[in-house]
Antibody
Framework: QVHLVESGGGVVQPGRSLRLSCAAS????????MHWVRQAPGKGLEWVAVISYDGTTKYYADSVKGRFIISRDNSRNSLYLEMSSLRPEDTAVYYC???????????????WGQGTLVTVSS | SYVLTQPPSVSVAPGQTATITCGGDNIGTNSVHWYQQKPGQAPVLVVY???DRPSGIPERFSGSNSGNSATLSISRVEAGDEADYYC????????????FGTGTRVTVL
């Protein structure tokens, strides 16, 4: 079965950087676009970024553009989110999620990890 | 940017039908997806492409989409259906392609 496990969250000061990882198993990782979605405490869901199945195409939400970088290593079945210039408003649970379609992005999320909490605070 | 509006809360008695709306300008021209999120858990996809169900999702969950409103219906509601529900669309022509609804808390009385 599909399994996504995020790691790397924690408490970080404003302006600093953090790298999140997502380990995938139970499916052909290299065939699927992957996403990061976040949820601030007590708030709704916010899409953060997507990366194509082969890593060549990436798109970001305006709120993180220029500060976050999404990447993947298909040889390690892993997805990453490099976050820099962190702000208090980036505080959230970060989920990795699999796109619902193979190869071509359909921008819905059929499997989610359990999430990792990032807290940006001095 | 595109806005999806949901009622903050819906209350329903066990065995009855819960109806959750998702309003958006010409939303009927987009594919709508629905997620269930229980407290402390990750979201789960319950309906995709307006009305399709992923494997393992009960037939009690159904969706429709037309005009300016999409709907998620949960028939024969059970206590375990109590959760937050979010609609979501992908607007490929927009600068903010992925939009989530504001979320609806379903309470089983």
């Amino acid at each position: 079965q599909v399994h996504l496990v995020e790691s790397g969250g924690g408490v970080v000061q404003p302006g600093r950087s953090l790298r999140l990882s997502c380990a995938a198993s139970g499916f052909t990782f290299s065939s699927y676009p992957m996403h990061w979605v976040r949820q601030a405490p007590g708030k709704g869901l916010e899409w953060v970024a997507v990366i194509s199945y082969d890593g060549t195409t990436k798109y970001y939400a305006d709120s993180v553009k220029g500060r976050f970088i999404i990447s993947r290593d298909n040889s390690r079945n892993s997805l990453y989110l490099e976050m820099s210039s962190l702000r208090p408003e980036d505080t959230a649970v970060y989920y990795c999620a699999r796109d619902g379609a193979v190869v071509r992005e359909e921008y819905f999320f059929d499997h989610w990890g359990q999430g990792t909490l990032v807290t940006v605070s001095s | 940017s595109y806005v999806l509006t949901q009622p903050p809360s819906v209350s329903v008695a066990p065995g009855q039908t819960a109806t959750i709306t998702c309003g958006g300008d010409n939303i009927g021209t987009n594919s709508v997806h629905w997620y269930q999120q229980k407290p402390g858990q990750a979201p789960v996809l319950v309906v995709y492409d307006d009305s399709d169900r992923p494997s393992g999702i009960p037939e009690r969950f159904s969706g429709s989409n037309s005009g300016n409103s999409a709907t998620l219906s949960i028939s024969r509601v059970e206590a375990g259906d109590e959760a937050d529900y979010y609609c979501q669309v992908w607007d490929s022509s927009a600068d903010h392609p992925v939009v989530f609804g504001t979320g609806t808390r379903v309470t089983v009385l």
